[in-house]
Nanobody, 115 residues
């Protein structure tokens, strides 16, 4: 079992920045790829950024150059640094961890970009 707890969401003005955190506990050694997803009202959940055990990263084209995914193994925490935020980035952001057999999700954290 893996548990994921997100934090760091909130309200920010366009052009602002936020850093999301995802604290991982449980059977951490079993996790392979981790990532951040988001879901806006009326839309499907989409991948924002992913990171592998080997620190290889990938990003959605809409956030490339603005968002950075990283992980700190010593703190069992994954981050999403978001800059130049725009209203279209408004969504609930979810932390995800995959093992060979299971897909784990956090409870989500709301990010609202509005003036």
């Amino acid at each position: 079992q893996v548990q994921l707890v997100e934090s760091g969401g909130g309200l920010v003005q366009p052009g602002g920045s936020l850093r999301l955190s995802c604290e991982v506990s449980g059977d951490i050694a079993s996790t392979n790829t981790m990532g951040w997803y988001r879901q806006a009202p009326g839309k499907q959940r989409e991948l924002v950024a992913g990171i592998t055990r080997g620190e290889r990263t990938n990003y959605a084209s809409s956030v490339k150059g603005r968002f950075t995914i990283s992980r700190d193994a010593s703190k069992n925490t994954m981050y999403l640094q978001m800059t130049s935020l725009q209203p279209e980035d408004t969504a609930v952001y979810y932390c995800n961890a995959r093992t060979v057999t299971t897909n784990y999700w956090g409870q989500g954290t709301q990010v609202t970009v509005s003036s």
